[in-house]
């Protein structure tokens, strides 16, 4: 029984360390069975757009496991490496590496055997409060009922159970490949001062050059998405390589720097820095890109959830919309008239009414007065698609209330994005005249949710958009447009009447549009509203919880490396004190280093979600967030409460770190 009691007085000895590792792997592994749990529940089948955030959920799962064992493994490496010493000395003494291989070993199942009880305990029970809450974020009822899967439950026991004996093993390894006299040297190794790497701090400026110019200067939403995880990868590299070689480079700069470098506070941080920078930078790196992920992460999904509704209105301007495609406008009449013959046998009052025809279809725009059309996939025409819409002067006048009349080569010009400042344009080989800039054209969900911007345009009459039609149909062949006739309504019902008045519309034009053999779409803003609660509480819920596990990650590699630092100065700063330094001027000038070294993370994660702010902002608008100033409001909010979280962690981390320093 030696060997179990040993490894438990282990753990018990070195609960500095253990314990802040033991209590993250419990939240870990609550975390993804929460999640885990949360993707199968039944539950959210049944709600509105649960399905989206279940799809969502799921990815987490792999999200969440693949992070756990970068993020575990990273922690133990701490562990071993302060308790190298310890193992060289249980060598010294006699044990061989197979003894300590039998310690190792049931110290692994005590912290796996806590880790996975305490995670699962508190999985099961916070599983609930998070179903709650997801469930009020979709704004759906409440249902009754605890949830347990066993099939979760042995999904979290494999998961984790792989991985804590992958961690095992791999301690086997670092301790099978050092020699006694390096384990006992394990804390002091990595003393030699490092060189000074021009050319990799170069590389890595130059990475982080590229990787914000591209988050910078991509335009198309489209190639947003495709280029940000090009962006992410070359901001990331960049970031590693400043912090091993550029922070190298840039504590020799001040080194060099005698005003600066021979003050006591200075001498001592640049000196003690220094040494330690190729173990400091790694963990550093690794903070910055944690908390620039938290920012990434958070910042965007509470726009998201904030600006809702703003997105569910510009969406859907009309409560109802029967779309036909079709320009005939008998069989149109019949789909108008089936509408108020419904609405009247439900004793719903039709409150506002639109009725028109429309041709949409996208054209090249790169300046001047022409549009035009190319026959390629290059991605980079992608910056320059516009939409064109397309109705007539009769329907325009219907909307306004104002009569307009046209000629055949006048237009009436309107733009929802890009301003378009021309007295004219030329499309299909023919100039046409604009007469007014119009700020007022018939509000479309479509055209508002359309990454691309629009040009709205007023034609003299039916005979010109069709025209256009026959001209774009030589353009795109299979793909080309057709006329589509709307029919918009807002009631005066509420929201289960406007979807029971929807669903019966519909199921009486299922018949009709089969009898007169033409295509019809409808939409409802009510049953988008919960697709729209589906997709955004989704991401919300998933943001915060990714948010909530990379910042723990962070707390707990600054936690770790305050406390590796502070064993490793500790015999440093006891000579400066029997030198001569009194404890205030140590104290002063362990803050210096901690401020210098812990808030440089902070600093660049703010300027890399600053430089990703455009980038981002376009991928937000695939996802109809267009509200700019919402998404800055939010991306500012959060970054100052994380750096106030930050700067507690700071303060917190010091005492630690001082406390070690001074004994």
């Known amino acids: 029984m030696m060997y179990p009691k040993l490894a438990l007085d282990n753990i018990r000895k070195n609960s500095r360390t253990y314990f802040p590792y033991i209590l993250t792997c419990i939240f870990t592994v609550a975390m ?4 885990n749990s949360l993707s199968r529940n039944d539950g959210l089948s049944g709600v509105q757009g649960g399905e989206t955030v279940q799809e969502m959920l799921n990815l987490g799962n792999y999200v969440i496991a693949i992070f756990s064992y970068i993020f ?4 133990n490496s701490f562990l071993m490496k302060n308790r190298k010493k310890e193992f060289g000395l249980f060598n010294i003494l006699g044990m061989e590496k197979k003894h300590i291989a039998v310690i190792i070993g049931y110290e692994s199942i005590y912290t796996s055997i806590i880790s996975l009880a305490g995670g699962l305990g508190a999985g099961i029970l916070l599983d609930k409060l998070m179903y709650l809450v997801l469930l009020k974020v979709l704004k759906a009822d409440v249902s009754l009922g605890f949830y347990i899967s066993k099939s979760v439950i042995m999904n979290v026991l494999t998961v984790f159970g792989i991985l804590f004996f992958m961690i095992f093993l791999n301690s086997l390894r670092m301790i099978h490949l050092s020699k006694p006299i390096e384990l006992l040297r394990g804390g002091n190794t990595g003393e030699k001062e490092p060189k000074a790497k021009w050319l990799l701090a170069l590389s890595g400026i130059i990475a982080l050059g590229a990787g914000y110019y591209i988050a910078v200067t991509v335009k198309n939403p489209v190639k947003a998405l495709v280029l940000f995880f090009i962006a992410v990868i070359l901001v990331i590299v960049g970031t590693y390589l400043l912090f091993t070689a550029g922070s190298i480079v840039f504590l020799k700069i001040l080194k060099k720097n005698k005003n600066y470098y021979y003050k006591t506070n200075h001498f001592i941080s640049v000196s003690g820095m220094i040494y330690r920078m190729k173990q400091n930078a790694v963990g550093l790196a690794n903070i910055c890109v944690l908390s620039t992920m938290v920012l990434v992460t958070v910042a965007p999904t509470v726009s998201m959830i904030i600006g809702v509704e703003g997105i569910i209105m510009e969406r859907y301007p009309y ?12 069989k149109y009449q019949g789909i108008v008239d089936i509408v108020h013959e419904t609405a009247e046998e439900e004793s719903i009052k039709i409150t506002k009414e639109v009725v028109y025809s429309s041709l949409q279809f996208s054209a090249l725009y790169k300046g ?3 549009f035009f059309f190319a026959d390629t996939d290059d991605m980079g025409m992608l910056d320059y698609v516009y939409n064109l819409n397309f109705i007539t002067a009769k329907d325009y006048s ?6 307009v009349e046209l000629e055949e080569n006048e237009v009436i010009f309107w733009s929802n994005r890009t301003e378009y400042k021309n007295d004219s344009f030329k499309l299909f080989d023919k100039t046409y005249n604009i007469v007014e800039h119009t700020n007022n054209y018939i509000e479309d969900g479509l055209m508002s949710a359309d990454i691309c911007s629009t040009f709205g345009i007023v034609v003299k009459d039916m005979s010109i958009i069709e025209n ?5 149909i030589e353009v795109y062949d299979g793909h080309s447009s057709s006329v589509v006739s709307h029919c918009k309504i807002n009631t005066n019902g509420n929201a289960e009447e406007q979807i029971r008045l929807h669903d019966k519309i519909w199921n009486k034009l299922a018949i009709y549009i089969q009898d007169n053999d033409f295509h019809c779409y409808t939409e409802c803003r009510e049953q988008g509203r919960e697709s729209a609660y589906g997709l955004y509480g989704g991401l919300f819920f998933l943001g915060m919880f990714l948010s909530i596990l990379f910042t723990v990650a962070a707390v707990l590699i600054i936690y770790y490396k305050q406390i590796s630092e502070g064993f490793d100065d500790k015999k440093r700063f006891e000579i400066m004190q029997k030198v001569g330094m009194s404890e205030q001027e140590v104290k002063r000038s362990i803050h ?3 401020l210098t070294v812990f808030f440089m993370p902070l600093i660049l994660s703010g300027i890399h979600t600053g430089f990703a702010f455009p980038i981002v902002r376009k991928i937000l608008a695939m996802l109809q967030l267009t509200d700019v100033k919402l998404y800055m409001i939010s991306t500012i909010c959060v970054f100052l409460i ?10 917190m981390t010091a005492k630690v770190y001082y406390k070690i320093v001074r004994k």
């Not at 256009?468 to 774009?472: D, E, F, I, S, V």
């Open 642 to 651: 994380f750096a106030a979280i930050y700067t507690v962690i700071y303060l």
């Open 368 to 370: 001047g007065d022409e």
């Open 468 to 472: 256009l039609r026959q001209k774009q």
């Open 319 to 330: 409560q109802l919309e029967f779309n036909a495609y079709s320009a005939d406008e008998e």
């Open 398 to 403: 219907a909307y306004t209330g104002k009569t």
């Open 592 to 594: 210096s280093q901690v």
């Open 72 to 75: 575990l493994f990273y922690t």
């Open 32 to 35: 993804y069975y929460i999640i």
